[in-house]
Nanobody, 115 residues
Framework: QVQVVESGGGLVQPGGSLRLSCAASGSFFSRYAMYWYRQGPGKQRELVASISSGGTKKLLTSVKGRFTISRDNAKQMVYLQMNSLKPEDTAVYSC?????????WGQGIQVTVSS
């Protein structure tokens, strides 16, 4: 069983920055594909960023140039650095670990961008 725990959310002003962290347990972390999703108020869940076990990164078009995803296999952590935040980035952000055809989810964390 893989446990996933997010941290680092909160309230930030437009133009500000936050770094979300995701800790995933298990003996095979380096083999996990890791994903950040978000669901804004009244919106469907969308995939924001992904990073493969080999380090290949993908970003949602609307966050390119503002968000970056990274992983530290030694610490079993994945990070989502969010810069130049906009009110439309307000959402619950969830981390997902995918491995061996199974998905493991964190509890989600609130990010609110507001003045």
């Amino acid at each position: 069983q893989v446990q996933v725990v997010e941290s680092g959310g909160g309230l930030v002003q437009p133009g500000g920055s936050l770094r979300l962290s995701c800790a995933a347990s298990g003996s095979f972390f380096s083999r996990y594909a890791m994903y950040w999703y978000r669901q804004g108020p009244g919106k469907q869940r969308e995939l924001v960023a992904s990073i493969s076990s080999g380090g290949t990164k993908k970003l949602l078009t609307s966050v390119k140039g503002r968000f970056t995803i990274s992983r530290d296999n030694a610490k079993q952590m994945v990070y989502l650095q969010m810069n130049s935040l906009k009110p439309e980035d307000t959402a619950v952000y969830s981390c997902n670990a995918h491995w061996d055809n199974l998905d493991y989810w964190g509890q989600g964390i609130q990010v609110t961008v507001s003045s």
